[in-house]
């Protein structure tokens, strides 16, 4: 089965710059979707299809997507941010959706 | 508004058997793929099921294949999941989900707030 795997955990400043890597075998080749969930609510979209952003999420969230590496970049972090970030593929010989491990960003 | 609120959840035996429900409302149900998401306590997101826009191709994680059935009834703009033979560890939060596709892999980007099922003696 295919496996995507992520840091455990993130912590960074205010203000300062975030990276969340979701790492599997060619991800490249795949379209990566992720999520933030706070706790007690369901996950919210924040980036589809690699690097696209849904209506409603600031401009401050960003994603990228190559060889065994995808990368959710949040800039400007802010208090509000803290939250529990998921990566997603599409399986696409299985047909199944895959998450990735989660990570969980600390906001300093 | 679109709405999905899931209902069924409960505390259940081993072994016994749970219908989920979840009724959609406030876009064409009947144009986008559904899936069930679960969440364990304190872990991260698993991906259940999926049927597609009109049912016609329904996909299972290996954790739950041949125990779990997703349906759908496009008149009544509702998601099922028939679960059957039912193990502590499906223990979970169950969410509706919409995709943003018929088919699966565009995303999802529509999410009930979640029904609880809990397999206990």
């Known amino acids: 089965s295919y496996v995507l795997t992520q840091p455990p955990s993130v912590s960074v400043a205010p203000g300062k710059t975030a990276r969340i890597t979701c790492g599997g075998t060619?991800?490249?080749?795949?379209?990566v979707h992720w999520y933030q969930q706070k706790p007690g609510q369901a996950p919210v979209l924040v980036i589809y299809?690699?690097?696209n952003r849904p209506s409603g999420i600031p401009e401050r969230f960003s994603g990228s997507n190559s060889g065994n590496t995808a990368t959710l970049t949040i800039s400007t972090v802010e208090a509000g941010d803290e939250a529990d970030y998921y990566c997603?593929?599409?399986?696409?010989?299985?047909?199944?959706?895959?998450f990735g491990t989660g990570t969980k960003v600390t906001v300093l | 508004q679109v709405h999905l609120v899931e209902s069924g959840g409960g505390v259940v035996q081993p072994g016994r058997s749970l219908r989920l429900s979840c009724a959609a409302s406030?876009?064409?149900?009947?144009?986008?793929?559904m899936h069930w998401v679960r969440q364990a306590p304190g872990k991260g997101l698993e991906w259940v099921a999926v049927?597609?826009?009109?049912?016609?191709?329904?996909f299972y994680a290996d954790s739950v294949k041949g125990r779990f059935t997703i349906s759908r009834d496009n008149s009544k703009n509702t998601l099922y999941l028939q679960m059957n033979t039912l193990r502590a560890e499906d223990t979970a939060v169950y969410f509706c989900?919409?995709?943003?596709?018929?088919?699966?892999?565009?995303?999802?980007?529509?999410w009930g707030q979640g029904t609880t099922v809990t397999v206990s003696s």
């Open positions: 989900v919409r995709d943003r596709g018929s088919g699966g892999g565009s995303g999802t980007d529509v």
């Open positions: 406030g876009f064409t149900f009947s144009l986008s793929a």
């Open positions: 049927t597609w826009y009109d049912g016609s191709e329904k």
């Open positions: 060619n991800i490249g080749t795949y379209s």
């Open positions: 299809y690699d690097t």
């Open positions: 997603q593929v599409w399986h696409t010989s299985s047909s199944r959706y895959v």
